[in-house]
C-alpha cells in the first residue's frame, strides 16, 4: 500500500489518541483533511484559521488531551499566530499543522510560501517541517 504523507499524518495522529482536529481548509492542506475525513477522527470546520487555532487551545485547556489545528499554507499559518503564541505564554498544549508549497518552491517568494520557523519560531517551543 502506497503511504502518502497525508495518509502518515493521519494515521500519526490516531496513533497518538487524537480524537478530533479543528480546522480551515485549503489547497496545500487537502490531501491531509481528505484522510482525516476517511478516519475516525472528528474535523470541526472553524469560520477561519485563527478560530480554528483558538478553538483547537480552548479544547487543549478544558480538557485532559492536546488540541489540533490543522490549516494550508502562507495566510492561513500566520493567522493563527496569535492563538500560538498565547498557548506559549500559557503553557498550553497545542498543534498547529499546516500545508506548505512543494518542496522546490520554498525560497523563491511562490504563492502562498511563508518561512514559519521565522515567523513562529520565538512563540513556540518547536516549529518542524516535514518534506
Known amino acids: 500500500m502506497d503511504m502518502t504523507g497525508a495518509k502518515i499524518l493521519a494515521q500519526s495522529l490516531l496513533d497518538l489518541g487524537i480524537e478530533c482536529v479543528f480546522g480551515y481548509t485549503g489547497a496545500a492542506i487537502l490531501p491531509v483533511m481528505d484522510e482525516l475525513a476517511k478516519s475516525s477522527i472528528r474535523i470541526i470546520v472553524n469560520s477561519n484559521e485563527q478560530s480554528a487555532a483558538f478553538s483547537a ?6 480538557s485532559d488531551k492536546v488540541g489540533v489545528a490543522i490549516v494550508t ?8 499566530l496569535t492563538a500560538v503564541a498565547d498557548s506559549f ?3 498550553v498544549p497545542l498543534i498547529v499543522i499546516a500545508g506548505q508549497v512543494p518542496e522546490h518552491k520554498i525560497g523563491t517568494d511562490s504563492f502562498q510560501h511563508i518561512d514559519v520557523a521565522s515567523v513562529f519560531g520565538p512563540t513556540t517551543k518547536k516549529v518542524v517541517s516535514v518534506s
Open 57 to 62: 487551545a480552548g479544547y487543549s485547556r478544558g
Open 73 to 80: 499554507s502562507g495566510p492561513a499559518i500566520t493567522n493563527t
Open 89 to 91: 505564554a500559557d503553557s
